[in-house]
């Protein structure tokens, strides 16, 4: 999963038994075993384009369905490891694609509506799923006659006559097996087989109490709380305290309702009420506090690394990363983040100007947006306020819509007869500029108390080249629900998710592989923010916003307005990149300890990790470790959350591109982006797919301009890629 973008994990063979979040599912596939009676989920699905029967699946049907497909899925595998036939590469790693589509066709489903609409029902069943999947992962990739014949091709890989695609699925297949424990003795399998099913039933335990927690923490406000909210925001509050039978006005405790509010609310107390209940979340030290189980998993990672060979859980994620190992990742890091902390010395000072005429003698955490806000008022001209009214979530999709088709002549039309997964969700079809489809896209777009939070992108269907099968991908954010006839209006950051995550989306939509395992978004994980990332830029382009930015009355924004929007790009990136640049390190840091005591406390490591890096109070973490998602709920962020500022090294520099051609419309640079990026999946190593598209590897330079921060040395390249 991603957050803000979550995507597949990377390429694996049997990718739904390691992630089924993101696992394929085949509309060709068929249970051999008669399916139960009455049970959408199996057999064929008739639906336009092999889309999934929401309408009809129930809560009940999940459960029976995993198992049948679960059985058929093993049935296919045993046929490949009892095999007699000598090992091919058809009969084995090819085999094993084609074994895993039940499974894939399943679960895919069932964790689409986990994390978007995960009832008290939805969440029971997770609970039962996962460890089930954990263990049919770990007997899979612990079994010795599996892993012989994956052994014996790869020993042979070299007079194999491959091609590069069946070379590179060999290989990750190869490595999948090694980094599960495949190659150990029996006492170390079972151990690891043991580890990995705990460490699912905590990642669902995670989810779960954060789900809970975050629900608890919203909080009911008065009018004189909710002062110096536009009359839409609080007309919003109103109507979801309503929809929960409450008066007042409600402000929930994600990141589209605190964000305004802690950036236009005069009233000081409330802002910190509000930021306290926001950063709090899994923290409390009640039944939903999640320290125990961060605690528990940091120490069956570093067991499960130890196990495998290596010093820490970090020098294990990063084997498969483009960063390659913890030292690159973190010289990056302490690169930008310096940089990062000069800008925002500078900006705490300028805060503090303001911040005194109202007697303050520091800036709080809740107090920085709000000051940062009144010092953007004074030097561009306009507020977050006045400039939501121009982008209305309507205007915004219109405005990716065209984006999409005119770099990539790609039509987008909404398909009101496919049923989605919960209320709100609508469903389009993608198709090429002849017509032909390409696949469907999912949008949820608006918060429900059971969702969890972020935004992100998972794939109901991976691309599969060996059945033609086309991809469906789903786009989840969290926007706030407007009142009853009122636009959805976003800030330019909920423009910018948008956008981010439809990037992943087109990254699964236009993926060419002809295997699954390695379709898409089945790439490192330090490289699957950049397309993501990349797709940012069009947001602000001015030719988007004049066109597409205007307010409930049709008027464009008025271009003194777009000038000033354009000009501060970059306002307050000190504080910014401090935030998530914290968050980065402390994720790495902790997943470098080399021993988690039975007493460790993740709170006063995160305390101390913060003054070590220098980082102030008053900025802190974007996602402190008790809620920290990306890390602790499947845990596929562990020692990765760097992977967003390696990423922008390579969006920044790729985006240069188009630049460089003249402007961010040229169709001859996007048409090799696709080719050499958001086709190839993870069918050949991501740095050279880099070089393919724009020659060389980049350095930080191009990312430290993006973000307007002070210039600094560059990062030299680490491995195969510059640091990020």
Avoid at 681 to 690: I, L, V
């Amino acid at each position: 999963m991603f957050l803000r973008a979550s995507v597949a994990a990377p390429a694996l063979a049997l990718a739904l038994v390691l992630n089924p979040a993101a696992a394929m599912a085949d509309p060709a596939a068929r249970a051999e075993a008669p399916a139960p009676a009455g049970n959408p989920l199996l057999g064929e699905w008739t639906l336009p384009h092999g889309a999934p029967p929401y309408d009809r699946i129930r809560p009940e049907h999940y459960l029976p369905a995993i198992e049948a497909a679960m059985a058929e899925t093993r049935r296919g595998l045993d046929a490949i490891a009892t095999s007699r036939a000598r090992p091919s590469f058809a009969n084995t790693i090819e085999a094993m694609e084609r074994a895993q589509r039940p499974l894939a066709r399943v679960t895919a489903v069932f964790f689409t509506v986990t994390g978007a609409d995960g009832t008290q029902e939805i969440q029971a069943i997770e609970t039962r799923v996962q460890p089930m999947l954990a263990r049919f992962r770990s007997e899979t990739y612990l079994d010795q006659r599996l892993w012989q014949r994956v052994k014996a091709l790869h020993d042979q890989r070299d007079r194999l006559k491959l091609t590069p695609e069946e070379a590179r699925l060999l290989e990750v297949t190869h490595r999948n097996f090694v980094r599960a424990g495949a190659a150990l003795g029996e006492a170390e399998r079972q151990r690891i087989a043991a580890i990995d099913e705990r460490l699912s039933a905590l990642g669902v335990a995670f989810a779960q109490k954060l789900v809970a927690d975050q629900k608890a923490s919203d909080l009911l406000l008065t009018e004189a709380e909710m002062a110096g909210l536009s009359e839409e925001a609080k007309a919003a509050a109103a109507a979801a305290a309503k929809a929960r039978g409450q008066s007042g006005f409600l402000v929930a405790s994600t990141r589209s309702d605190v964000e305004p509010f802690l950036t236009l609310a005069t009233n000081r107390s409330a802002r910190e009420k509000v930021w306290r209940a926001f950063v709090m979340r899994g923290d409390y030290g009640n039944a939903n506090d999640t320290n125990a189980l961060i605690r528990e998993t940091l120490q069956l990672r570093l067991e499960r690394a130890r196990l495998l060979g290596y010093a820490t859980h970090a020098d294990y994620a990063l084997e498969t990363s483009m960063a390659t190992t913890p030292a690159a990742a973190l010289q990056l890091l302490r690169t930008v983040l310096d940089a990062g902390l000069a800008r925002a010395r500078a900006e705490e000072a300028d805060l503090l100007k303001l911040a005194a005429a109202d007697g303050l003698d520091r800036i709080a955490p809740w107090d920085w947006r709000f000051y940062a806000e009144k010092v953007r008022q004074q030097r561009f001209a306009f507020d977050e306020g006045q400039l939501k009214q121009y982008l209305p979530l309507e205007g915004m999709v219109s405005a990716l819509w065209e984006t999409t088709g005119r770099l990539f002549g790609l039509r987008v039309t909404e398909r009101p007869d496919i049923p989605g997964y919960a209320e709100g969700v609508r469903v389009f079809e993608v198709q090429e500029a002849d017509g032909r489809h390409l696949g469907l896209f999912y949008a949820d777009w608006f918060t429900r108390p059971t969702k969890r939070p972020g935004a992100w992108m998972n794939e109901i269907r991976t691309q599969d080249g060996q059945t033609g099968a086309t991809p469906i991908v789903v786009n989840n954010c969290n926007y706030v629900v407007p009142a009853a006839g009122q636009p959805a209006l976003l800030s330019l950051d909920d423009a910018d998710t948008l956008f981010h995550e439809f990037g992943h989306a087109l990254h699964g939509l236009l993926s060419n592989t002809r295997y699954p395992s390695l379709a898409g978004t089945s790439v490192y994980r330090d490289f699957v923010e950049f397309p993501s990332q990349v797709y940012e830029h069009w947001v602000a382009e001015p030719e988007i916003l004049a066109r597409f930015a205007r307010n409930a009355r049709g008027e464009p924004m008025p271009k003194d307005l777009l000038d000033k929007v354009l000009a501060a790009r970059t306002f307050n990136q000190g504080y910014l990149t401090v935030q998530q640049l914290a968050s980065a390190m402390v994720d790495m840091e902790i997943h470098q300890l080399a021993d988690i005591p039975a007493d460790f406390d993740p709170r006063a490591f995160e305390a101390a990790a913060l003054a070590r890096l220098g980082v102030p109070e008053s900025i802190g973490m974007r996602h402190r470790l008790a809620h920290f998602t990306h890390l602790f709920q499947g845990g596929g962020y562990a020692a990765g959350y760097y992977a967003y500022t390696w990423a922008e090294v390579l969006e920044a520099d790729a985006f240069d591109a188009w630049k460089e051609a003249g402007g961010p419309w040229d169709r001859t640079v996007a048409d090799r982006y696709r080719r050499e990026i958001l086709s190839v999946g993870n069918s050949r190593d991501p740095a050279e797919s880099y070089r393919a598209f724009r020659g060389r590897m980049p350095t930080a330079d191009a990312l430290l301009r993006n973000r307007g921060l002070a210039p600094a040395t560059p990062a030299p390249a680490a491995g195969r890629s510059p640091a990020r």
